[in-house]
């Protein structure tokens, strides 16, 4: 493969990543047929209003999501692996956003990495902004450690909040050579919109890689369909070789 590939002549790789890459793993996904959202309806658990109205039932939802991520410790899986070890030996910069408030990307060894919806394993001071690595149960008089008069919720973005980092994601969209979209469909802005931020940029590549077409199929120059376990790692063999034109 020619170095120019990689060098930051054709700017990063930014990939973003969505529930579906974690599926294999175990945590389930948002609007797969038995998802999240089948369950358990955005207004009642994932809003500000929500909270504002009934917190025991935001923080129990998060709390049982927090619990599957700490006592099933569910593993990173082959989507997860293939990411880190392209930004292992990928010669420029490889920028992992992912959608996904779980922690199986930094399991895998994924270092250069946006949570722009938030963590479940951290909680954030109402009062202070304090933000904490938190395990445990959060319940609506769960206090500060920092201030002593805030409570704690849950550090994620809920619908009608602003994601994380976004300007650090609009600059690396821009700068992209390759963008890489990963189990997700593409439904839930602005993620669903970074791909025609790339593409405003004129010079990049746009590759889907996902169970099946996502809402914004047509907006890619290639797809791959298959689950992220065998897609992602193939795809990265392909890269790693010099076998995609970019
Ligand atoms: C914002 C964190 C503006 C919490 C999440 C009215 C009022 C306000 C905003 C809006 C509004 N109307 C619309 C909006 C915008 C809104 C939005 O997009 N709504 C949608 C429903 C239309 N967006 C927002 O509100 C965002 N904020 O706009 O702020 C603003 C401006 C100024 C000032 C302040 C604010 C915030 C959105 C973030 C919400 N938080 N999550 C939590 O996790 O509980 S979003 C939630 O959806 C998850 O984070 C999830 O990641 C995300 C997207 O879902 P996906 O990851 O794509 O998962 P999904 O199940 O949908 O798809 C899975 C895919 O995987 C499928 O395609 C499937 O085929 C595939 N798959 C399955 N198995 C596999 C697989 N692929 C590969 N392998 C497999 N094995």
Known sequence: ???????????????????????????????????????????????PEAFQANPERVQQFYNDRRRQLTQDRPEPNAGHTALARLAREWPGEVLVVTQNIDDLHERAGQDNLIHMHGELRKARCTDCAAVVAWDDDLAPATGCPHCDTGTLRPHVVWFGEMPFQMERIF??????????????????????????????????????????????????????????????????????????EL
């Not at 593409?186 to 025609?196: C, E, H, K, N």
């Not at 889907?208 to 063999?237: I, K, M, Q």
Request: charged fraction near 20%.
């Open 1 to 47: 493969m020619s170095e120019a590939h990689g060098t930051g002549a054709n700017g990063p790789i930014v990939v973003l990543t969505g529930a579906g890459i974690s599926k294999e793993s175990g945590l389930d996904t948002f609007r797969d047929k038995g998802g999240i959202w089948e369950k358990v309806s955005i207004e009642e658990v994932a809003t």
């Open 171 to 244: 600059d690396a969209l821009q700068r992209c050579g390759l963008f890489i979209s990963v189990g997700t469909s593409g439904s839930v802005y602005p993620a669903a919109g970074f791909v025609q931020e790339v593409l405003r940029g004129g010079r990049a590549r746009t590759v889907e890689l996902n169970l099946e077409p996502s809402d914004g199929s047509v907006l890619f120059h290639e797809s791959r369909h298959g689950p992220a376990s065998e897609v992602v790692p193939a795809f990265v063999d392909d890269l790693l070789a010099g076998r995609i």
